[in-house]
Each structure stands twice: as structure tokens, then as C-alpha cells.
């Protein structure tokens, strides 16, 4: 194989309670990533025109350039790669943007390396990538994009992740035109919290877990909460708590900051609850005077689909 | 039904990372628990002569006598019960032995009432015995004992309990003679922990749940870990770190703390390494010059055992 073209989906990191640990794969928005097998040995990073096409073309500086560099140097090969990227997913929205583009490039060199890499690897490369966006990068982006479902990240320092099979669930997402910095929005958390509250949420991830996992919808609604990090980074987006509320009164199974934000997420049963917090969002946003995309989206259980 | 007689089982709470929100169910040891329907209103407690038999036999300071009167007060009953009680559970011993009376006289009165209780309101009674011997219960013993397997305790508030279906495990119990308070077990954890090691235990949470869930042994064990509260509480049992290291070399699946010790549970996946470390531990503390007994016991998916 000398060329493949994918798309490489949005991710919802965190789920509520889960911070860092878990993260859900979607079936767009999506970046498309198209390698190509070059003679050269290096790295060529092209962008296709987007609305979100201002990210680096040095591939040291791209998410999709570096580990495609370190894939080259690991495994001494003699030829490189030309990258085709385009951005479909908003950067730094929390839906995983530059997860995406790392695991897209990985997917795709791991393709044409005809699946040399094994799981561990492509999340280690995929990691890679993400360094270039954020210091102390986490699983929780690249690993539901890079295998689909949802994914326990376990242990980041190993790579030890878990895939759940989960049930056919429609996501909302929405993307109010707020600027939140993933580096901010993490350094803002605080550094202790209490155990009573740990204890809350742990049981909570249990039982989220478990939910998802036997498709125990009422279960999931009532696990899906968080009261340590939501807390602190919900003020930095504005409406957060009109939209939750008013998602959660339509009928979602749960609402909360995807990522980082600013993007919130709403899991919904069904396309027409989806539709409906859709509806309410893009209102009520628009009354706020604050642009707003919003995409409806099911559960994507496999990861990167294959264009050519 | 005027009489019933029962065994309450054993239970491991916490199971490393699952700190209050974790219970498992065991064949033994148990206490014995024969409840008679009697015509005064009123609650008697006889005791049966056994190594563990001194407990209070006031009805309102014995932890099955207080949920007793309780039901007869909100059920207005116009009768009573004489429970008779044979403790096998050695007490504050970390094995639930409170919690067994009190989970045995409510599901032992529930059957003598026609299955009148729901499964909350069992919990409910139960809880209230488990005051007797705790401030601020929890439910991570009554739980597992009631209902059997492993169970998530996701709320206590609400009782908002989750019953997972496990495989047949062995456990082994040693049960040292030392003497550890509950109360003081609890006061000596700290109030605020780091969040970095909270988002390592909810991930060996989410690990743990979905390795005993899916009977996947490598993943039980990478998960049964505990960084949070194990190392606070283990300094007050003399050769905790022998015991669990030599289990862990011996094929254990996991070691740990059981509720607040002394006592120390092996997870096993059978009976045979269960044995070896049975052995490991008489002799280690023998030597050492502490009693110690041992319990070897197969997990218990269904709870109370009815005697007749």
C-alpha cells in the first residue's frame, strides 16, 4: 500500500466523572488524513483549506508530523511520508482535534507499514503527537480515536487501556465560539481534593463503567456526575450550566465538558433527543450573541474509517 | 413463617482501590442467626456460646437488635422477634462481622415478614445496625452480605447499590491478632489526597469493575491496586507487606487490606494457591509470634445461606 486516506474522528475525553480516564469515539465532526508513501525520507505536511486549517506545516510542530518523524527514525525505514490534513475538527474545542490528527497519521502509516505497529505502539507514536500540543499529554483522545468505543486509559504511564463495548448512543455536541486553553484549563484544577469527594466519584466511574457497559441507560443518567473537576472549569464557559440543565429536561443520559471544553457534550439514547438539545443550544447561544456549531453524532465503535 | 435460621456470610469491603464504594460476598467464615417470631412486641437477644460471643445482648446496642425494633416501629408490627446469634465472624476484625448480624437478622425478619422489604429498605435496616458499631456507616459490607458477589456501592445516600456477576474466585483471609479500631482506621485518613493519585485510583476502579465484570484475570490484577489508603493503614498491621508480597509471588490475582484490617484478603483464581498462601501466612506469623487464623473461602454470589 502506497496511499490511504481516512477519517479520523472527534473524541469526547473525560465523560464527567472519568477525568482523564475515558474517552468516547464519535463519528464526526472528523479530520481527513490522506499519506502518502514518498521516496524521500521525510516528512511533508500539506493542509487542504478549512475552517481550521491555521495549524503548523512544520512537521516537527504538527501533531501528525512528529510521530510520523519518530516512526521513520525507530524503525529505520528509507522512504517518508507526504500528509494530506483536513481539519474538520475545531482546535482546541475539547473534541480531541489534535488527538485526531496524531491518530489519523499513525492509523494511516501503520497501513501502509501493513500493520507493523501493534496497539501499544500506535498509542505511543499517537502520543507523541499529542506532546506537540500539550506538556504531560494524555490517552484519553487518542485512544477511543485510534480503537473507537469507549476506552478506559487505566494507566497512561503503561498504555494499559480497555475497550467497552457500549451500545448505540447519540452524542450532541456544542461548540460555543469561547476560547479555552487546554493548558489553562488544566492548570487552573486544583492540586488535592477531598477524599470524600474522591470516594464520590469513584464510585461514580463505577457505576458508569458498569452502566455502559450492560447498556443500563438509568444507571449511566445517574452516574454520569462530577464534582470536582466540572466545578472549577464550568465558569469558563459561558451558558454551561442553561445548557446542561436544559439537556438533561429534554431526556440526555448525561451533560458535561468534553475535554477541556469549551465544547459541551450531551449522550442522548435516541437521534431525536440529540436533535432536540441541538435546537435549544444553537437558540440559545445565538441569543447570547455567541457564534455556536453543533454537530449530533452517533457512537463511533471502530475508530478511523477508511476512505481509500 | 415464625422461624427461619441463616448463615451471614464474611465480607471483603474495599478490595484495594475500591475504597467505601467495594464489597464481596465470601462462604465463610459466618454467623449463625435463628430469628423467631415471638407475640410481645419487643426484641430479645440470646447469644450462642463461641469464640466471638462477646457482643451486647441490649437489643438497642447489638447491631441486629436496633434494625429489629426499628421494623417493628415502622411496620407497626404487633409482635416481636427473639434472635438468637452465634458469632463466627471474628469482630473489628475487617471482615464485616457488625455487618453480618445486622444484614442476617434484617434478611431473616424479611423472610418471617413475607419478602415484605424491598431491597433498599433491607439496606436501609441494615445501615441502621451497622450504627451501632460506626459513626457515619457505610455500606460496603451490609451490601455484598445482603445480596452476594460483588457489589458497587455507587451512592450511600441513596443506596444506590450495583450487583456485578464475577466468576468463581477463591479468597483467602488471614486474620491476625492484632487489635485494629474501625473507628481509628477511619479517623487516620487524610482529608485531601492528590488528584493525580485520585485519577490513578479511578482508573484502577474503572479497570477493576470491568476485569472481574468480563473475567479477565491479567486485568483484576494490573488494577488491584491502591496507593491511596493501603499505605496509611498497612503500618498498623505487622508483616502486611511480607504477607501481600509472598501472595502476590504465590499467583495471587490481588492483596490487600480487607475494610479496615487487620485482617488481609488474597484473591485467588483457585483454591490451590489459595492453600499455599494459607500456609505462608500461619507459618510467617507463627514465627513471628502472633495467632493468626486463616479462612479459605469460595466467593458467594447469593448471600445469606437459609439453614432452615
Known amino acids: 500500500m502506497k496511499n490511504i486516506k481516512i477519517q479520523a474522528p472527534a473524541?469526547?475525553?473525560?465523560?464527567?466523572?472519568?477525568?482523564?480516564?475515558?474517552?468516547?469515539?464519535?463519528d464526526k465532526p472528523f479530520d481527513e488524513v490522506e499519506v502518502d508513501k514518498i521516496n524521500q525520507k521525510k516528512v511533508l505536511i500539506e493542509l487542504v483549506e478549512s475552517k481550521y486549517?491555521?495549524?503548523?506545516?512544520?512537521?516537527?510542530?504538527?501533531?501528525?508530523?512528529?510521530p510520523a518523524i519518530q516512526i521513520i527514525e525507530d524503525f529505520k525505514l528509507d522512504f517518508g511520508f507526504k500528509i494530506k490534513i483536513k481539519k474538520g475538527i475545531p482546535?482546541?474545542?475539547?473534541?480531541?482535534?489534535s488527538a485526531a490528527t496524531a491518530s489519523g497519521v499513525v492509523f494511516a502509516i501503520?497501513?501502509?507499514l501493513n500493520e507493523t505497529l501493534t496497539d501499544k505502539e500506535m498509542l505511543k507514536y499517537a502520543l507523541i503527537g499529542e506532546s506537540v500540543s500539550v506538556t504531560?499529554?494524555?490517552?484519553?483522545?487518542?485512544?477511543?480515536?485510534?480503537?473507537?468505543?469507549?476506552?478506559?486509559?487505566r494507566d497512561t504511564k503503561t498504555l494499559d487501556i480497555i475497550n467497552i463495548n457500549i451500545p448505540d448512543l447519540y452524542v450532541c455536541l456544542i461548540h460555543p465560539d469561547i476560547s479555552v486553553s487546554?493548558?489553562?484549563?488544566?492548570?487552573?484544577?486544583?492540586n488535592k481534593i477531598k477524599l470524600t469527594s474522591a470516594v464520590k466519584q469513584w464510585g461514580n466511574i463505577a457505576g458508569l463503567v458498569t452502566g455502559f457497559a450492560n447498556g443500563d441507560f438509568e444507571l449511566i443518567k445517574r452516574s454520569m456526575q462530577d464534582e470536582i473537576i466540572e466545578p472549577?472549569?464550568?465558569?469558563?464557559?459561558?451558558?454551561?450550566y442553561d445548557v446542561k440543565n436544559k439537556s438533561m429536561d429534554l431526556g440526555a443520559l448525561?451533560?458535561?465538558?468534553?475535554?477541556?471544553?469549551?465544547?459541551?457534550?450531551?449522550?442522548?439514547?435516541?437521534?431525536?433527543?440529540?436533535?432536540?438539545?441541538?435546537?435549544?443550544?444553537k437558540n440559545f447561544y445565538r441569543n447570547c450573541g455567541i457564534d455556536c456549531d453543533v454537530y449530533i453524532s452517533k457512537v463511533n465503535h471502530s475508530g478511523p474509517n477508511i476512505l481509500k
Open 110 to 112: 501503520n497501513k501502509i
Open 136 to 153: 504531560n499529554p494524555h490517552a484519553d483522545n487518542i485512544a477511543p480515536c485510534l480503537f473507537g468505543g469507549l476506552t478506559i486509559i
Open 254 to 281: 448525561g451533560c458535561g465538558i468534553s475535554g477541556s471544553g469549551p465544547t459541551i457534550f450531551a449522550i442522548c439514547e435516541n437521534k431525536i433527543t440529540a436533535k432536540k438539545i441541538m435546537d435549544f443550544s
Open 53 to 66: 486549517s491555521n495549524i503548523p506545516t512544520d512537521p516537527r510542530k504538527n501533531t501528525g508530523g512528529l
Open 182 to 190: 487546554t493548558q489553562d484549563a488544566r492548570d487552573m484544577l486544583p
Open 91 to 97: 482546535l482546541c474545542g475539547g473534541m480531541g482535534s
Open 11 to 26: 473524541t469526547v475525553a473525560n465523560l464527567s466523572c472519568g477525568f482523564d480516564i475515558l474517552g468516547l469515539c464519535l
Open 232 to 240: 472549577v472549569r464550568a465558569p469558563l464557559i459561558s451558558g454551561f
